[in-house]
């Protein structure tokens, strides 16, 4: 069992990754650097972590596939759900990037995070 137990924290590293970067950025970063009038570091700051948010996502859906098809959880509609919300987030990491002054994104973006993990601890 320790290779699944393996598979699952590297699905739970990705998603503190995820979820916490999230709320390190908002919590700090950007009040933080709002002040600097040229805002480099704060574009620069933001494009690198959704860039390793991307990358977040590719680990948890590797690692929740394997899980899924490990634990025999493909027929699960919860799992169906997690499934649309990840889809949902990556479409919208990927238009924050380009978009990155519209806030409600980032909400957005937020909400679904926590959403999909409160569905993966119920699976």
Avoid: C, Y
Avoid at 81 to 91: H, I, M, N, P, S
């Amino acid at each position: 069992m320790a290779v699944w137990d393996a598979v699952v924290w590297l699905h739970v590293i990705a998603m503190a990754f995820f979820v916490g970067g999230q709320l390190f950025l908002a919590a700090v970063v950007v009040p933080v650097e709002r002040a600097d009038p040229n805002r480099e570091r704060l574009k620069a700051m933001a494009r690198r972590f959704g860039w390793g948010t991307l990358i977040a996502i590719a680990v948890l859906l590797a690692r929740g596939a394997a899980m899924a098809s490990h634990f025999h959880l493909w027929s699960e509609p919860k799992l169906h759900l997690k499934l649309g919300l990840v889809a949902a987030t990556a479409v919208l990491v990927v238009w924050h990037m380009r978009k990155p002054t519209w806030h409600a994104l980032e909400a957005a973006i937020f909400l679904l995070s926590l959403a999909i993990v409160w569905i993966g601890l119920t699976l």
